[in-house]
Nanobody, 129 residues
Framework: QVELVESGGGSVEAGGSLRLSCVAS????????MAWFRQAPGKEREGVAA??????????ADSVKGRFSISQDNAKNKNTVYLQMNNLKPEDTAMYSC????????????????????WGQGTQVTVSS
C-alpha cells in the first residue's frame, strides 16, 4: 500500500496557479515533517517547502518564497499536506513529489532528500511561457 499519494499537478500558463495535495496513509500518518520536492529533467532533486511539527514550522526554498505556500490538515486519522503555487514560472516545471519523515526533525537540513523516509510517486507540473 502506498504511503503518500500526490495530486493536483497539471499544465498552466506562466502567472497561473496550482494547488498540490499529498495524502498520507499508514505509517506516514504520524510523520513529524512533510515536504515537497521537485525534479526537472537533467537536474537534481530540489527541496521546495516543508512543514513540521503539526504545522508549527515551515521552510521554503528561496526560489519559491512569496509565491508558494505549504499547509497541513492533520485532523484525527488524517494527514494531508498542500502546496499552493501562485505566479508560476516556466522554471517551476518539474515532477513534484511529497516526502515524509517518520521521526525527529530535520532542522536546517529540511531540503535534503535523505532525511525523509517515505516518498510519493509524484505529480507533473508544467508551466508554459
Amino acid at each position: 500500500q502506498v504511503e503518500l499519494v500526490e495530486s493536483g499537478g497539471g499544465s498552466v500558463e506562466a502567472g497561473g496557479s496550482l494547488r498540490l495535495s499529498c495524502v498520507a496513509s499508514r505509517y506516514a500518518l504520524g510523520s513529524t515533517c512533510m515536504a515537497w520536492f521537485r525534479q526537472a529533467p537533467g537536474k537534481e532533486r530540489e527541496g521546495v517547502a516543508a512543514i513540521c511539527t503539526g504545522g508549527g514550522t515551515t521552510h521554503y526554498a528561496d526560489s519559491v518564497k512569496g509565491r508558494f505556500s505549504i499547509s497541513q490538515d492533520n485532523a484525527k486519522n488524517k494527514n494531508t499536506v498542500y502546496l499552493q503555487m501562485n505566479n508560476l514560472k516556466p522554471e517551476d516545471t518539474a515532477m513534484y513529489s511529497c516526502a515524509a519523515k517518520s521521526w525527529g526533525l530535520p532542522g536546517d537540513n529540511w531540503y535534503l532528500p535523505e532525511v525523509y523516509n517515505y516518498w510519493g510517486q509524484g505529480t507533473q507540473v508544467t508551466v508554459s511561457s
